[in-house]
């Protein structure tokens, strides 16, 4: 018996939770439940989190929680509890499995079956963003080492236990040559261990083109968060819908089920809601809690139910369709082909022994790390760019000289274009004069010089070599 937290959520979420509880527990589901409130009530109530202390607690004992979606009041400062329940309980893995059903739910890719693994704690949905000057916010994209080879490997143990061919990465390095480029070094690493699995690496515009076109191609698709993010939505879409799509969200010590749908409030209370995404998503969590034997039960009867043609609103069809049913009404008709194993598609079975080798990361030896330089934002409403580097070089000292200036990303100085248009965010570049580079000394001599001048820093990032190699960008145009 497995003790799992269940949220019911907001909008249509009671009524799918109700329906899928329903489901696995007649197909012999061994759990028990302690049940929370999260979501818009929560929320209202002045928690900006969504979420109480004490159930977080309740969380952190079950390790399992299956959730309904909930809906996340628009302004006042709410922040997403999806993605605080990730990064808290380090959720590093959101699992999305695409499959058509053809050809009983519409779609253009008959023989998709693609599975999406994406990162679930990091890059751009860090979260960390700054106004700097007056035309001009960032938003910092972190990738780390850690993050990478978790993510990579889970990859490709999901692969190797479920039977899987082949692994895709899409990543963007060719321009993001520092934070997409690890990722994609640490999936050839990681690639290497794995020789009996094909691999494969794919920019991520024409990678994303290629599986909207012809999804039959990929099998399993390794992504930073925000591309992930993004494409297991489409690929969901592609495949029948998204309301039919489930998620897991696995970290080393808990993990969250969930459908990958909105909470859809303009259909709450009207029992018409298909709980199709939800439903698998708790088959993924049986799975995950070793009860295989169940979740291939209510998964066979699941697709059993698809191709009698019995169909929710948002799936029906007339001439495929045979019976428009309610929520509470497909899920009957779920259990009561419980048993049964479906007539057109393959009944699925569960490799029932194998376990993923997911050891914990290990940090490597610290590199040699080299200060060359550093790089110092302004903020200043000029536009010529010479003008500023006349300014700028007053600042420079013995050490450190003014090498480049640019302009979001683009090289403004020396030699640049009248046509750059230029914000007044500025990327002003000092290196060492010397082969050791600068100091921390340099640098805050640097900043003492720009206030007395009154040059606006606005943000300051140091130039690093790790082991005699440059850890930094060039700008575009160098």
């Known amino acids: 018996m497995t003790r799992i937290t269940v949220a019911k959520g907001d909008g249509i979420g009671p009524e799918i939770m109700d329906a899928t509880l329903k489901i696995i527990k007649a197909a012999g589901a061994k759990i028990e439940i302690d049940e929370i409130e999260v979501g818009e009530k929560v929320y209202l109530s002045g928690n900006t989190a969504g979420i109480a202390k004490e159930s977080w607690d309740i969380i952190r004992k079950n390790k399992i929680f299956l959730k309904a979606p909930i809906t996340t009041p628009q302004g006042g400062g709410y922040k997403s509890l999806n993605v605080t329940t990730r990064k808290f309980l380090g959720l590093y893995a959101n699992v999305r499995p695409c499959k058509s059903l053809h050809p009983f739910v519409s779609t253009k890719h008959p023989n998709m079956d693609i599975v999406i693994v994406r990162e679930n704690e990091e890059d751009l949905y860090a979260g960390i963003e700054h106004q700097q000057t007056d035309e001009v916010i960032q938003c910092l994209k972190l990738i780390s080492r850690p993050g990478c080879e978790k993510i990579v490997r889970y990859a490709f143990e999901y692969a190797r236990i479920n039977g899987r061919k082949k692994v895709t990465c899409f990543t963007k390095d060719n321009i993001m040559k520092q934070t997409d480029g690890l990722f994609h070094k640490v999936f050839d690493e990681i690639a290497a261990e794995y020789p009996n699995i094909e691999n494969e690496h794919w920019i991520i515009d024409i990678g994303a083109a290629k599986m909207a076109d012809t999804p039959e191609a990929f099998d399993v698709i390794v992504m930073p968060n925000l591309y992930g993010d993004v494409l297991s939505d489409v690929a969901a879409q592609i495949a029948g819908s998204v309301g039919l799509a489930g998620s897991s969200n696995i970290g080393e010590e808990c993990a969250m089920f969930e459908a990958i749908h909105g909470s859809a409030p303009r259909r709450a209370g009207q029992n018409v809601a298909n709980p199709s995404g939800l439903l698998q998503g708790a088959i993924l969590m049986l799975i995950h809690i070793g009860q295989s034997d169940v979740a291939e039960k209510v998964q066979n009867a699941w697709l059993r139910t698809i191709e009698e043609g019995i169909h929710t609103y948002d ?14 009404d497909f899920a009957d008709a779920v259990i009561s082909n419980l048993g049964k194993a479906p007539q057109t598609f393959t009944p699925v079975t569960y490799n029932k022994s194998a376990t993923m080798n997911l050891p914990k990361y290990k940090r490597k030896q610290p590199a040699t790390k080299d ?9 200043w409403p000029g536009t010529s760019a010479d003008e500023l580097a006349l300014r700028i070089k007053e600042i420079q000292n013995a050490n ?32 060492g004069k010397a082969e050791k580079g600068i100091s921390q000394k340099d640098i805050i001599e ?33």
């Open 446 to 478: 640097l900043l003492s010089k720009a206030t007395q001048a009154n040059v606006d820093i606005v943000k300051t990032e140091n130039l690093y070599a790790f082991d005699g190699k440059p850890a930094f960008s060039l700008g575009q145009g160098q």
């Open 315 to 328: 799936i029906y069809k007339d001439g495929v369709s045979k019976r428009k049913v309610s929520t509470s």
């Open 400 to 431: 450190a000289e003014l090498s480049m200036i640019t302009n979001r990303g683009i090289k403004v100085w020396p030699e640049g274009f009248n046509e750059t248009f230029c914000t007044d965010h500025w990327r002003c570049r000092f290196k």
């Open 371 to 379: 200060l060359l330089g550093v790089d110092l934002f302004v903020h």
